[in-house]
């Protein structure tokens, strides 16, 4: 339903609360589950997962509306594009900026709080103990005087200066030999052996039927390059994940891109989204046109004349990214 919504709970100001409003569902208790359209992950107890999981039950009230707590408020960001189905109906909506997260979000750990003493309790009297008594070392007898000095042994000749000189020419001789005879067929046979032909860039190098898991891990110059060249070759969950570091670095082509995706175009990442989201592809043709990109500003300029003023969300996205409405 276009009237459909999440806005903050009124009845918790203080944030990490929301509302799903107007979903025309009878009140009642039901189970819902909550996808991340972008990665195709689902809220759990946990966090965000692969496998898909259901949260609740949950109340709706009598006007249709479904409260959100904690649970769900603090996994969210600001124009996450969602897919939320309540009772085999999807409903496709943005998670708006004017939520915020719990309070308990806002500091960083915790505050202890000592355990006042009772008046039952005595605090512990620190005893002086007795100081060890070291026992006093024995005396040491005394050496008995010798009476005579032992002779000292006879002082032993050094060797000939000869002797050394003949022994230390003899080792350089031997020394020489080796060098002269050994090392030079050692090296002749080192030259006569083949060397080993190596491509590393064949064994390298990046092609469009290179293993998801090695493009994966590249570099995202070479990913880009890889995209570009292969483009509508790659599953969409290979393209998304390129485009995740494309994102993170801000590239104006990965936001194109992800414009296109929302736009319901086929473009670089080679897929569309279904269905289509004008509201999130404006946002994504202001950010490529902010960092660069030269034709997001005619793209801007199309998708703005596109606008359904009948929906709230699309209209909401108009006034705030086009600048004539």
Same mark, same amino acid.
């Given at each position: ?47 965000? $997962? =692969?496998? +898909? &999981? ?6 709706? *009230? ?5 409260? #959100? %707590?904690? @649970? ?124 080993? $032909? =190596?491509? +590393? &860039? ?6 469009? *039927? ?5 493009? #994966? %891990?590249? @570099? ?44 319901g175009k086929m473009g670089l990442l080679g897929h569309m989204a279904d269905p289509a989201d004008l509201g999130i592809a404006l946002r994504y043709y202001v950010q490529a046109n902010d ?35």
């Amino acid at each position: 339903m276009t009237d459909t919504q999440i806005v903050p709970n009124p009845q918790y100001p203080s944030g990490g609360h929301a509302m799903l409003q107007g979903t025309g569902l009878p009140a009642g208790r039901v189970s819902l589950s909550i996808k991340r359209r972008l990665d195709e992950r689902y809220l759990g107890n946990d966090g965000w $997962q =692969s496998a +898909p &999981t259901h949260l609740g039950p949950m109340s709706i *009230d009598e006007h249709g509306n479904i409260p #959100m %707590g904690p @649970e769900v408020v603090d996994h969210m960001e600001v124009y996450t594009a969602l897919q939320i189905t309540i009772s085999g109906e999807d409903f496709y909506l943005e998670w708006p900026d004017n939520i915020l997260g719990s309070p308990a979000l806002a500091g960083l750990g915790g505050i202890g709080i000592t355990k006042p003493m009772t008046t039952t309790e005595k605090e512990p009297v620190l005893q002086a103990k007795e100081p060890l008594m070291t026992p006093e070392p024995e005396a040491e007898p005394e050496p008995e005087p010798i009476s005579e000095l032992a002779p000292e042994p006879p002082a032993k000749k050094a060797p000939p200066l000869g002797l050394i000189l003949g022994a230390i020419l003899l080792t350089l001789a031997i020394a020489a030999a080796v060098y002269f005879l050994v090392l030079p067929e050692t090296t002749q046979k080192n030259a006569d052996k083949p060397k080993a $032909q =190596s491509n +590393p &860039t064949a064994e390298t190098r990046l092609t469009c *039927d290179s293993d998801q898991s090695r493009i #994966m %891990g590249a @570099e995202f110059a070479d990913q880009l390059a890889l995209l570009q060249s292969c483009s509508g070759t790659f599953d969409e969950n290979l393209a998304m994940g390129i485009a995740e570091k494309g994102l993170a670095s801000g590239n104006p082509d990965i936001l194109l891109a992800m414009a296109h995706y929302y736009d319901g175009k086929m473009g670089l990442l080679g897929h569309m989204a279904d269905p289509a989201d004008l509201g999130i592809a404006l946002r994504y043709y202001v950010q490529a046109n902010d960092a660069g990109n030269k034709v997001a500003a005619e793209n801007l300029k199309d998708a703005c004349n596109r606008v359904d003023q009948a929906n709230p969300l699309q209209a909401a996205a108009g006034k705030k990214y086009c600048p004539e409405n």
